[in-house]
């Protein structure tokens, strides 16, 4: 059949005159479509992987047998399919030697993000054994492809020298492929490497403007190490104000570093009114999340009622 279409036959075989069934591609298609509902069912709650009714289950099995036509056709986006939906147990059962399995098929021919799947397998040891190195070579051959992701481990990889030597530079080529491209994940690996001067001259305007490129997007931890500039001054005007509005950006989405920040500033009045009771509900937001400064904090603050009643108890 992939030879008749490859000379435009399309519908009915030349032969029999029989209709011929749908190729790899449609068949991916219309088993991608069943099972995204699905899918957006249990995202909005109104559904569950581990308990799906008959008619849910039954639309998901449809919709693997689909993938499953369509990858022994040797379709790498249904392999790539499989291996994604094996590695996470989402209407299967989990099973990262699977899922393995699938990307690796689907890397084979050249799937960029198969090869990055395949990289992130080996180097967290699942379902093969874990080989940095083996990392590497998967992530160097999606990278190759112009993936971002892929280039943004790489240069994790240079920067800890896992798999290879440990290079800063090289590091900093890589973050800098991926950050052209706009991952955010990147942008702030690179905006910290020109704050510490790691592999690159030491420039805190260069860090603030990778920072914010990562910031505007959404990043916590680069809105965070943007409020710490804007505290300390470096690389832009200094601005209590500003590094306020950064840390609250990071704090609602749960930084605890941020969070413990944020009730630094209102506990001081620095940018804000000052606010012993604003200064306990983030010192317990970050102090929940396991973060010391903030749980000492928040113990000095029962010690001497500050925000709260005050109780040598809750102190200690």
């Known amino acids: 059949m992939s030879e008749l279409r490859k000379y435009g036959v ?20 219309e088993a ?17 992987w581990s308990a799906l009714t008959d008619w849910a289950q039954r639309e998901v099995d449809a919709a693997i047998a689909g ?3 369509a990858a022994n056709q040797g379709l790498a986006r249904a392999q790539f399919i499989l291996g994604a939906i094996n590695q996470k147990g989402c209407g299967v059962a989990q099973s990262d030697d699977e899922a393995v399995r699938w990307y690796r098929k689907a890397a084979d021919q050249g799937d960029a993000g198969a090869q990055y ?21 998967w992530y160097r051959t999606a990278a190759d492809q112009g993936l971002a992701q892929a280039q943004c481990k790489l240069g994790f990889m240079f920067r800890q020298g896992r798999g290879v030597a ?8 890589w973050y800098r492929k991926a950050a052209d491209q706009g991952l955010a994940q990147a942008q702030y690996n690179l905006g910290y490497m020109f704050r510490q001067g790691c592999g690159v001259a030491q420039s805190d305007v260069e860090a603030v403007i990778w920072y914010r490129k990562a910031g505007d997007q959404g990043d916590p ?21 500003k590094a306020v509005q950064w840390y609250r950006k990071a704090a609602d989405q749960g930084l605890a ?38 749980q000492y904090n928040l113990g000095v603050m029962f010690r001497q009622g500050l925000g709260v009643a005050q109780s040598d108890e809750k102190a200690v």
């Open 166 to 173: 440990q290079s800063d530079e090289k590091a900093v080529q």
């Open 257 to 294: 570093r941020a969070q413990y920040n944020l009730g630094v500033m209102f506990r001081q009045g620095l940018g804000v009114a000052q606010s012993d009771e604003e200064a306990v509900k983030w010192y317990r937001k970050a102090a929940d999340q396991g973060l010391a400064g903030a």
């Open 117 to 137: 799947n395949l990289g992130e397998m080996f180097k967290e040891g699942r379902g093969v054994a874990q080989s940095d190195e083996k990392a590497v070579k």
């Open 67 to 69: 993938w499953h036509a």
């Open 10 to 29: 399309q519908q009915v075989c030349p032969l029999c005159r029989i209709p011929l069934p749908p190729g790899p591609e449609k068949v991916c298609e």
């Open 221 to 241: 931890d680069s809105q965070c190490s943007l409020g710490l500039m804007f505290e300390d001054g470096r690389g832009v005007a200094q601005s209590d104000e």
């Open 32 to 48: 991608t479509r069943r099972y995204m509902v699905i899918d957006r069912l249990v995202e909005t709650g109104r559904a569950s």
